[in-house]
């Protein structure tokens, strides 16, 4: 076995098969990649966007709803590459797993690199530091006088809070888990595949400034696979924000966080106690910089495979020691993890059309077994070029505003500071969708969706092969099996997805069994339980071609050509999917002159000084995008109906999604619709979301919790704007 990384920087890990990334890198030269790493990091690491153009603009949603719009100050820092870019190359991490001993694996020399060459900290002595610092003192005297209590009584109580919070990372728990998730992983995937050049810049950020890990999250796996990656590799292991629900998995909660597993409540906005540990908690670990922080921008697993918008919270906290000062850069690294095949498809599936989740559980884990017997393909992992906040917060952000009150008071970010960690944030996202990689069955189940019930497999391939070029020029990052034609890059689909379709009679239907037997109402959730998996795979997609669909979509719903006319479309889908697709805030003109770009580079349409219109020979691209969102046009369509008619008095949320889900359900009993997609919860909260951020609808804090007050006229206007182009279809299939 090669000498681990953290005693020779330069080498590679042990050899492993090489598999070439579009536009691969070549051979991975180590001692160049070294040399050249921190030229790289300055020169990528603070792309920023072109300035923003113009002001706020009242778009058609604003006007129906009187919603006022606020500009965003400042240039915006993110701005996409239009020219398709040379991405790392990729590794399979268990090809060498295959043929030596996990024992050994797991009990090889670990001595990673870290932070300027700083000691590991006790768990123990974090914990003290925490309790002692100066902030956590500040609120336990603040809240002992207000309530009266001793503060002894109140930091005993924070005791409390940071035993129930703290992870305690030994070795011996990380070798058991080294041991055990190589037997997993090789059952459950073909290959796990990450790209070497990410991991040399990952190694280097991580001695020079404190670094937090933004890795996408689509599974549970996520974070389990992120440390056995950084074990493989010699790195330190991160401490990673869980979710308090793990505690209640007996042994494998206390495995986790002898794993360096952390846990935080789902909710402690008002406890100001918890608030105080918990950041000084966070902040300590960054200040030490023994170690990386990981946490998910998204907060929750993703259930319909589109990035969730995301949560500022954690990201605020871990750059604030910049912000005081306290730490000269932090790095934020985005990490892109691509399934094959999601773990949870099925169980999430479930869950969109109303089952209630399973509780995490020791007992349910071990249910899960059943899965080992199951193949889940190949995992990608994209380490992303770590982003320096300082570089970032450049000529954007001051921070004197800090120097002028003491580091331990409580300080209420300002309103350029809370923006600034939104664009930081959205950012960090729109970097891992970019490096998201898309296999066939991501082309074959977008193009299957739109030829329901059977499509012919001759025509399938054919259509594949389309799209798989039309991904390419809009810049998707497309992982095509090494030597396999067509035919075959889509019967393996079909073979590792035969749970969600299959092959009958030359032509590919969704695998619904039993909706030839039964009531309706099951032929009808079982149909839906098929397009739900697949629209998973296909939500994939529509990371890379939202932009120019929704200049599609505008194209058909404005009524005229003109270029204000369908700009103004545009903005109006924008805005009402801004919960489903993340947009950069305050960019809107920006992301319509890219969609537009990406069709003219395919030709599909053409533009002059005054008008945008469709070519002859685009009209099945435009036609094929425009099907592509017709699920989340039509959705939204009778989701707003249903609140347009059927809700008059307020409500909770607990009671719209019941009731809106009963509405579908009965519309598509009566073939009133086959928009199946409206039965998925996800849906539903996002179109609530929509109106409630149009004006359309009044979200009210009770005791109790949130209600809702419809304004009917506007959501008619809304749905006005909708219906005007585009109704709701007849039971239709869509053809390419």
Sequence with gaps: MAPPMARCPRLPPPHRARQQGRGGAGPWAPREAAAGGRAARRGRAGERGAGRRGGARRTMATAAAGAPGRARRGAPMYSKELTSKKRDEFEDILEERRVSSDLRYAMKCYTPVIYKGLSPCKPNAIKSAVLHSEQVQYVIKQLAKEMGESPDIIQEEATEILDEMGHRMQLGTVRFFAFTLSKIFKQLFQRVCVNEEGMQRLQHAIQEHPVVLLPSHRSYVDFLMLSYLLYTYDLALPVIAAGIDFLGMKIVGELLRRAGAFFMRRSFGGNRLYWAVFAEYVKTMLRSGYAPIEFFLEGTRSRTAKTLTPKFGLLSIVMEPFFKREVFDTYLVPISISYERILEESLYAYELLGVPKPKESTSGLLKARRILSDNFGTIHIYVGQPVSLRTLASGRISRCPYNLVPRHLPQKPSEDIQEFVSDVAYKMELLQIENMVLSPWVLVAAVLLQNLPAMEFELLIEKTLWLKGLTQTFGGFIEWPDNLCA????????????????????????????????????????????????????????????????????????????????????????????????FFPGISLKDFEEGCFLLTKCDAIQTSQQEIYPTDKGSGTVSFLSA?????????????????????????????????????????????????????????????????????????????????????????????????????????AARL
């Design 487 to 582: 035919k075959k890059a889509v019967l393996s689909g079909l073979t590792l997805h035969s749970n969600i379709a299959g092959l009958v009679d030359g032509h590919v239907v969704l695998n619904d069994k039993g909706v030839e037997d039964g009531a309706v109402g099951e032929i009808v959730f079982r149909h839906a339980l098929a397009v739900l998996m697949c629209a998973t795979y296909r939500n994939q997609l529509l990371n890379v071609f939202v932009r120019p669909a929704l200049v599609a979509v505008a194209l058909q719903m404005a009524p005229s050509f003109r270029k204000e006319e369908v700009y103004s479309c545009f903005n109006f889908l924008r805005d009402v999917f801004s919960n489903e697709f993340i």
């Design 628 to 732: 592509m969102f017709r699920p989340f046009v039509e959705g939204y369509q009778l989701i707003f109906r249903y609140l347009s008619k059927e809700m008059k008095e307020a409500f909770t949320e607990k009671e719209f999604i019941p009731g809106v889900r009963n509405f579908v359900f009965q519309l598509l009993e009566k073939g009133s619709t086959q928009c199946y997609e409206a039965l998925s919860s996800d849906m539903q909260k996002n179109a609530l979301t929509a109106l409630v951020q149009l004006g359309a609808v009044k979200k009210k804090k009770m005791p109790s919790g949130f209600t809702y007050n419809v304004n009917q006229e506007a959501v008619s206007k809304i749905l006005d704007m909708f219906d005007a182009r585009i109704p709701v279809q007849k039971p239709v």
